[in-house]
């Protein structure tokens, strides 16, 4: 049973348009959901992180949008630019994440058209 | 200031052969966590660790593998005996007590002949 779900499973945008990564979950535990990005042959990297406390929360052109009702959140990238193409996991975890297992989406990979 | 280090970045092992992966976490960061990533798949969680004891070990294979994060040195991810399955890249992460941020190393990729 996949706890966290993503879709679509690729993107492909123009540079200077909008991604949008969705992710939805079934474990109402979760009280984190961190997205990262990964390079190919490189580890993880945390890009943006949000609580069930707020419903959006933004850092330049990264937006996280959380819907707790629906049990969704997603990635928003504005101004998306060729160096965006990576692989974009969701994840969760509990105890607002500290020192938790994260759960993982199976990952989604973008790419920006020039 | 060094991040998460793994080595080696690369194992080829036949089967029946041991696997040793290595951790160094960040400087100053005493939890450990091993997650297994297989191809067109996310990131599985295996094991959390702090210095000397298994915390979380939910997501471990019950046979050949095991983990341990010692006083002294890195943490160790060990598979015995592996098996084609156990093909796969697999990244360890650190943080801090109380912290929800999680860095991960470069990950070891591990080939099974």
């Known amino acids: 049973q996949q706890q966290v779900k993503q879709s679509p499973q690729s993107l492909i945008v123009q540079k200077g348009g909008i991604s949008i990564i969705n992710c939805a979950y079934e474990?109402?535990?979760?009280?984190?959901f961190p997205w990262y990005q990964q390079f190919p042959g490189k580890g993880p990297a945390l890009l943006i992180a949000i609580r069930p406390d707020v419903s959006e929360k933004k850092e330049g052109r990264f937006t996280i949008s959380f819907n707790k009702s629906a049990k969704q959140f997603s990635l928003h990238i504005m101004d998306s630019q060729p160096g965006d193409s990576a692989t974009y996991f969701c994840a969760a975890s509990t105890l607002a994440g500290a020192n938790s297992k994260l759960t993982f989406g199976k990952g989604i990979t973008l790419s920006v058209r020039p | 200031n060094a991040g998460v280090m793994q080595n080696p970045r690369h194992l080829v092992r036949r089967r029946g052969q041991e696997a040793r992966l290595r951790c160094s976490p960040m400087?100053?960061?005493?939890?450990v966590y091993w997650y297994r990533q297989l191809p067109e798949e996310g990131l599985k969680f295996m094991v959390y660790?702090?210095?000397?004891?298994?915390?979380?070990e939910s997501g471990m294979p019950k046979e050949r593998f095991s983990a341990e994060f010692p006083k002294e040195g890195p943490s160790i991810l060990r598979i015995q005996q592996v098996v084609r399955g156990d093909s796969a890249a697999y990244f360890c992460?650190?943080?801090?007590?109380?912290?929800?941020?999680?860095?991960f190393g470069p990950g070891t990729r591990l080939l099974v002949l």
């Open positions: 992460a650190s943080s801090t007590q109380g912290s929800e941020t999680q860095y």
């Open positions: 474990n109402t535990a979760f009280d984190y």
């Open positions: 400087k100053g960061h005493s939890h």
């Open positions: 660790l702090q210095k000397e004891n298994i915390i979380d």
